[in-house]
């Protein structure tokens, strides 16, 4: 079984910085290899893939290329920095996490098997 545990979501205005970090844990995690990635959900929209780490390459979606980086210091641990926030980037944003390299794809986030509860982004304008 894998926990993921989304931190660092909270209120800022437009133009500002946030840093999300996605903990991994659980006896299924250590004994392979995952798939991270950070998808968001506004209020009446579906869930956008934004950015993924995907056994070595670490890819943001063209949307928020130039704003937002992701890292993974750690195999268990994700960052997604984000700078020069819009209010168009408000939403629920979760970390998912698959075993599967075929899995890792930020157009199917259905095939995650591993989802966190969430982080809320707010950007007033």
Not at 8 to 19: E, F, I
Not at 26 to 32: A, D, V
Not at 97 to 117: M, V
């Amino acid at each position: 079984q894998v926990q993921l545990v989304e931190s660092g979501g909270g209120s800022v205005q437009a133009g500002g910085s946030l840093r999300l970090s996605c903990a991994a844990s659980g006896s299924g995690f250590s004994h392979l290899r995952y798939c991270m990635a950070w998808f968001r959900q506004a209020p009446g929209k579906e869930r956008e893939g934004v950015a993924i780490s995907d056994f070595g390459s670490d890819v943001v979606t063209d949307s928020v290329k130039g704003r937002f980086t992701v890292s993974r210091p750690y195999d268990n641990t994700l960052y997604l920095q984000m700078t020069s926030l819009k209010p168009d980037d408000t939403a629920q944003y979760y970390c998912a996490a698959d075993p599967s390299s075929t899995a890792c794809n930020l157009e199917r986030p259905t095939d995650f098997a591993y989802w966190g509860q969430g982080t809320q982004v707010t950007v007033s304008s």
